[in-house]
T-cell receptor
Framework: EAEVAQSPRYKITEKSQAVAFWCDPI?????LYWYRQILGQGPELLVQ????????DSQLPKDRFSAERLKGVDSTLKIQPAELGDSAMYLC?????????FGPGTRLTVT | KQEVTQIPAALSVPEGENLVLNCSFT??????LQWFRQDPGKGLTSLLL?????REQTSGRLNASLDKSSGRSTLYIAASQPGDSATYLC?????????FGQGTRLTINP
């Protein structure tokens, strides 16, 4: 069964450093999402792509976060510089129509 | 702004019991509602998707209902098992993005 792939699974970084996460959606899924989940809360959307175009990045802290999906397939989410409050699970999801399928996530710890 | 609430935040029941998890949302203008399961430190697994035109969906021991007019959904789990222990999240889709509740942490005691 096809799955959403994410790497790395875990990342520890010091504050002010740069960090990047990678996501490979299910083949054929045109829509890709990045969510952030703080411990004990539900995920919140950071950015949504339709093919290579950004559809919604209203909740993305653009002063430090960036996201790209250059060829409309895999995607990278970057944080620079990382802050202590960025410690969270970063989840990638993809969809072909309505149902969203999530990857295993990247657990980020900023020290 | 759409808000999703799940009550209770945590639930502990003995194995074999049937149980109901609740989800409420403030804006009935949704396209669909999705229930997910999340194991500790893991990603989300989709359990059921209910389109706005549907009233319920079933998969195995799981049954989810949707009442848009009252802004409510329930997830019914029959004959609970220790393997059902996880956090259950509901999410509504006002557009393509999902708006999540905070989840119900379920523990099934052997």
């Amino acid at each position: 069964e096809a799955e959403v792939a994410q790497s790395p699974r875990y990342k520890i970084t010091e504050k002010s450093q740069a960090v990047a996460f990678w996501c490979d959606p299910i083949s054929g899924h045109a829509t890709l999402y990045w969510y952030r989940q703080i411990l004990g809360q539900g995920p919140e959307l950071l950015v949504q792509f339709q093919d290579e175009s950004v559809v919604d990045d209203s909740q993305l802290p653009k002063d430090r976060f960036s996201a790209e999906r250059l060829k409309g397939v895999d995607s990278t989410l970057k944080i620079q510089p990382a802050e202590l409050g960025d410690s969270a699970m970063y989840l990638c999801a993809s969809s072909q129509r309505d149902e969203q399928y999530f990857g295993p996530g990247t657990r980020l710890t900023v020290t | 702004k759409q808000e999703v609430t799940q009550i209770p935040a945590a639930l502990s029941v003995p194995e074999g019991e049937n149980l109901v998890l609740n989800c409420s949302f403030t804006d009935s203008a949704i396209y669909n509602l999705q229930w997910f399961r999340q194991d500790p430190g893991k990603g989300l697994t989709s359990l059921l998707l209910i389109q706005s035109s549907q009233r319920e969906q079933t998969s195995g021991r799981l049954n989810a209902s949707l009442d848009k007019s009252s802004g409510r959904s329930t997830l019914y789990i029959a004959a609970s098992q220790p393997g059902d222990s996880a956090t259950y999240l509901c999410a509504v889709s006002p557009s393509q993005k999902l708006v999540f509740g905070q989840g119900t942490r379920l523990t099934i005691n052997p």
